[in-house]
């Protein structure tokens, strides 16, 4: 094989095992690059090196995605195989066996790779909407604001991270992975929500300190060396929550992705980084960054408008290329860095 071909295996092998990793739509593979190369002699080779990287990868087969997806993708490979050639590719018929006598389970996996080399696996709600909370599954801005996070690693080294509304937990997994942050903080307020996150944060191996009592005991010498940040998930109400509450995580950062989803989310978000801005009146103010689909103008609007109004000043942060992440679609995304 050329090098010029060699190349292009490649780039069809990193496409097929991002997206199968991340459980992306069956209709976002490139499926027609596949049916060019199918056409060569060394097809079947090929395929093979596919099932590697997607159904037989380690992470799946420690961490397994949704059956019924892994039914679908293999069906639709053994269509693209069966379209060219005449002769049966038993492997992609036996793993099609495996998973279809396999249960399918309310919960599934996702796994997104790092630059770095290492990866984040979730742990997520098979349902968009499970248990009256859209926060079991990752959507769009948490991996344009974690990707954002892994081009900017300086924001966050050394540093203190509070997240809000942290979801399944992408951002924060991707940030402590590769961003080196002192000590980070996930919160929500749903119970399930706040389980997940425990389970997910458990899952891609750091510890969970028990609150955030022991962060103020953790305030002690810290060395740029230290391998991994203090983690906890911490149980925070954006309506209850009070300044002396935020005040004792002593945040140097503070983050939000895909948070602005209603009216009344927007009220609530900004009332609790009107109380963040007055947190650190003898210190420097918390950097914020909130990152956030457009799916409703007027929505973004409202955010920009009580920002104003609770004197919080913004700036749009420039845009990134969306290449790290395989997204679930197309959509426009911003993030906002927030002067409190």
């Not at 990868?57 to 195989?81: G, Q, T």
């Not at 389980?195 to 028990?210: A, H, T, Y």
């Not at 004792?248 to 009332?271: K, N, R, W």
């Not at 973004?300 to 290329?321: K, M, N, R, S, Y």
Request: charged residues 20%.
């Amino acid at each position: 094989m050329a090098p010029e071909e060699r190349a292009d295996a490649a780039r069809l092998l990193r496409g097929f095992e991002r997206r199968f990793l991340a459980a992306r739509a069956l209709r976002s593979f490139p499926w027609q690059s596949l049916e060019e190369k199918l056409r060569d002699s060394s097809g079947s080779e090929l395929l093979l090196d596919i099932l590697q990287k997607t159904v037989k990868h380690p992470l799946c087969v420690k961490h397994p995605p949704s059956m019924k997806y892994s039914r679908s993708f293999l069906s639709e490979l053994i269509r693209k195989h069966e379209a060219v050639h005449t002769e049966p590719l038993d492997e992609l018929y036996q793993a099609l066996a495996e998973v279809l006598t396999a249960e399918d389970p309310t919960h599934c996996h996702r796994s997104y790779l790092l630059p770095s080399g290492d990866s984040v696996t979730l742990c997520e709600s098979t349902a968009i909407v499970s248990h009256g909370t859209t926060g079991l599954v990752t959507w769009n801005a948490a991996l344009y604001l974690a990707e954002w996070a892994v081009e900017n690693p300086a924001v966050f080294a050394h540093r203190m991270v509070l997240e809000l509304g942290s979801g399944a937990g992408l951002t924060g997994l991707a940030i402590c992975k590769t961003c080196r942050p002192r000590a980070y903080v996930f919160s929500d307020c749903h119970s399930h929500v706040l389980e997940q996150l425990r389970g997910n944060v458990l899952l891609n191996g750091f510890s969970l300190e028990p609150s955030i009592d022991a962060w103020a005991q953790h305030l002690g010498p810290h060395t740029p060396e230290a391998e991994r940040p203090w983690v906890t998930v911490a149980r925070l109400d954006w309506d209850t929550v009070t300044a002396p509450q935020l005040a004792a995580f002593q945040p140097d950062v503070v983050l939000a992705a895909d948070v602005l989803y209603c009216p009344e989310t927007v009220l609530s978000l900004v009332g609790v980084l009107r109380k963040l801005s007055t947190c650190r009146k003898d210190q420097r103010a918390p950097d914020a960054y909130v990152a956030f689909t457009i799916r409703n103008p007027e929505t973004c609007q409202l955010f920009t408008t009580e920002l104003g109004q609770a004197g919080i000043p913004w700036e749009e942060v420039p845009h990134h290329d969306q290449k790290l992440f395989p997204y679930e679609e197309h959509s426009e995304m911003a993030i906002l860095k927030l002067t409190l």
